[in-house]
């Protein structure tokens, strides 16, 4: 009989934000070349936080979370937006292609700029590949269509010898979806992952910010996690590579926020049940001094707006 060995719960959305907000050219390369070649890079991107959150208020159409809007140019110098959505978990999602219509719409009437639809599913549903809102009614047709990137369609051998980042990144994701119930096949996938980063040709940052990823996303039992770091130091310095102590550091503050995040999650549930999706999220993608402050104010707290609230 098969023996499964489970994994501590996977956290997506966090990593996957940060490493597209790091790495967005690279991002649009991998998985939409063709906008990325028609990019004037030289004129930079620009997040729209604020007008994605103007965009989506008062919306009843779906997890919204993974919504990202940047602005780019193009080559002749004309303005245009890109609206990415990043479907992570594995059902078939109602209204999806509604969400993506209303949101394109709703850019276009508030700021009268063209506006590239882009959905990552990174679910695991092979047959579900949305890519078109439409009706047709009464000689009246609406039809909105966008591009949809399913992770599932990629192979490993091709994702392993690509030098983009988002090619690891892909890699590192589907062998979480892969092994969440077989933590020492995780162990294994996560240790060749970690050598491949080192021997792929990124520069330092680039080695730093992907670890992160690889090690949010493949999360471990203490026990593997703590074998693992024991020989991705050793390799380090077989290697005499220039990371070590940056690599240190890393898995040391790591380890203290997730024992910090841990601590502050036990008690909210136990004082007010179970905790939100924000609430969890913020817990997830905070620094040590947020979570000390957060729990300072625990102690006193009679809500969660309490604890979260940025008003001193």
Known sequence: MERHEYCPNDEFDVPWKDI???YFPEFLAFFLPVAHVGVDWDRGFEFLDKELSRITRDSQIGDRRMDKLVKVWRQDGTELWVLIHIEIQGDRKPNFELGMYVYQYRAFDLYQVPVVGLAILADEEIGWRPTEFSYDLWGTKQSYQFTSIKLLDYSEHALEQSNNPFALVTLAHLHAKRTRHRAEDRYQEKHRLIRKLYQGGFNRQQVIDLFRFVDWVLRLPKELDDRLNKEIIEFEEDQKMPYIS???RFLMKRDEQRGMATMLTSQLERRFGSVP???SEKIASAESPSLEEWGLRFVD??????IFSDKT
């Open 20 to 22: 597209l907000e790091a």
């Open 246 to 248: 940056s690599m240190e």
């Open 277 to 279: 999706d924000w609430a």
């Open 301 to 306: 707290a009679q809500s969660l707006d309490d």
